[in-house]
């Protein structure tokens, strides 16, 4: 069994404790356990703004270095708690656990998975507890995996040593139709399959790092999402129930973590397109939504999404090119957020788009960009009006 702990709930020496009683429960019910956890509560935010305060560019490989760290305290201070459990308990560092990563700071992605001294705790009897967001490079670097990566380790962890279940601990009871904290009647879904979730994950639903639930569907990794406050069974994420009836709409998400930038007056001819993405691509920058008008008069607007965090570098390669594309103007826009209905059955069910922009209307909500995919429709709108939103079509789908 493999068990993932978020930052809530490692966030305190209480909490750790109560964690450490619940990992020593496990094992008493007979289970090997390796345990996931992040740092607690707020240490990585509060790491990433010290970096900020020290340099304003610090060197990817010393911000790895740092930023890892708040992982390694909590793998260490579980293991003392689990001993005055008397469950004896040995922690790793994610280079330990040989958590092997390609090269990129900050979005390394994890090439292999060694796991020989993990597989050596388990055998000595003892219960593994491995500091999440973390590897090693092929360079022998450290590196981070992003963030919320935790989850990733976990469910990378689980997939190497062919656990029964990868469980992740949080501060909520599962999966929600919507996030709890902006829909206070969301309801927890007991089952969701791995394409709603990673539609949910991927516009903002933060309770699982879509990387994580990648490859969760791709090693067959039955995930179950719980709260580490109540112990109550959660949410199961695994392969679609074919015998089931698809719901139309599952889940409202929204992300307000996202930024749009606008090429206006480029020349409309075969390459334009190809030319801009290949530049951004070579930053690393991933864009998401992209819209491109009709040509007028031979030139055409492109506009699309990218992470807030990329804006001022998206912005810096656009205007590097304008002149190439025949640009007339570069802008920005940082005040946008995103809302998406999600549900398996729509696939079949003709209507919900109508419905969504309908119920955007009723409240006077103005629509930017639209992207669709089978199971999923996702609206730009003002940041102000996302969670009005996102309540209105919750009520609209009659998720609560
Ligand atoms: P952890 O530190 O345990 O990894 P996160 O903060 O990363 O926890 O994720 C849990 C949070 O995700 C919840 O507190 C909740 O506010 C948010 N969240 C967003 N959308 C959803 C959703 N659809 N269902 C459940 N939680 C959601
Ligand atoms: N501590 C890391 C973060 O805050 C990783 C995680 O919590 O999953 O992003
Ligand atoms: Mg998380």
């Not at 696939?347 to 960009?369: S, Y």
């Not at 199971?375 to 009005?388: A, K, L, N």
Request: proline share 3%; net charge negative; hydrophobic share 40%.
């Amino acid at each position: 069994m493999v068990q993932k702990y978020g930052g809530t709930s490692v966030g305190d020496a209480d909490r750790i404790r109560a964690v450490a009683e619940h990992v020593a429960r496990t094992r008493r019910a007979g289970h090997d356990v390796v345990v996931v956890v992040s740092a607690m509560g707020r240490t990585t935010d509060d790491l990433i703004r010290l970096a900020g305060e020290v340099s304003s560019s610090p060197s990817p490989r010393e911000y790895d270095m740092l930023v890892s760290v708040g992982e390694r305290i909590t793998a260490p201070l579980v293991c003392m708690a689990l001993g005055d459990f008397g469950v004896p308990a040995v922690s790793f560092t994610g280079s330990q656990a040989g958590i092997i990563t390609t090269p990129e700071h900050s979005r390394a992605k994890i090439i292999e998975v060694r796991g020989d001294r993990v597989r050596e705790a388990l055998a000595e009897g003892k219960v593994a507890v491995v500091a999440g967001f973390q590897g090693v490079s092929t360079e022998r670097n450290v590196t981070t995996l992003g963030r919320g990566a935790s989850d990733t380790t976990a469910v990378a962890l689980a997939a190497a040593l062919g656990a029964s279940m990868c469980e992740i601990y949080t501060d909520v009871t599962g999966v929600f139709s919507a996030d709890p904290r902006v829909v206070p009647n969301a309801k927890r879904l007991a089952r969701v399959s791995f394409d709603e979730m990673l539609e949910i994950s991927a516009t903002g639903g933060r309770v699982l790092m879509l990387r994580s639930v990648e490859f969760a569907r791709r090693h067959h990794v039955t995930l179950h999402v719980r709260s580490s406050f109540t112990w109550e069974p959660g949410t199961i994420v695994t392969e679609e129930d074919p015998t089931m009836e698809q719901a139309v709409v599952t889940a409202v998400t929204h992300d307000i973590s996202e930024a749009k930038i606008t090429v206006a007056g480029v020349v409309d001819r075969p390459g334009v397109a190809g030319r801009l993405f290949r530049a951004l691509a070579t930053k690393s920058i991933n864009v998401d939504m992209i819209v491109q008008n009709i040509s007028s008069h031979g030139t055409t607007d492109i506009s699309f999404t990218l992470p807030r965090l990329d804006l001022k570098t998206g912005v810096e390669v656009c205007n590097e090119l304008a002149n190439e594309l025949g640009a007339s103007g570069v802008s920005s826009d940082d005040a946008i957020g995103r809302v998406s209905v999600i549900g398996a059955g729509m696939k079949t069910h003709p209507g919900v788009t109508a419905a969504m922009f309908e119920t955007l209307a009723r409240e006077d909500i103005n629509i930017e960009m639209i992207s669709t995919s089978t199971i999923r429709i996702s609206c730009v709108v003002r940041e102000e009006d996302v969670e009005r939103a996102v309540r209105s079509l919750h009520d609209a789908f009659e998720l609560g």
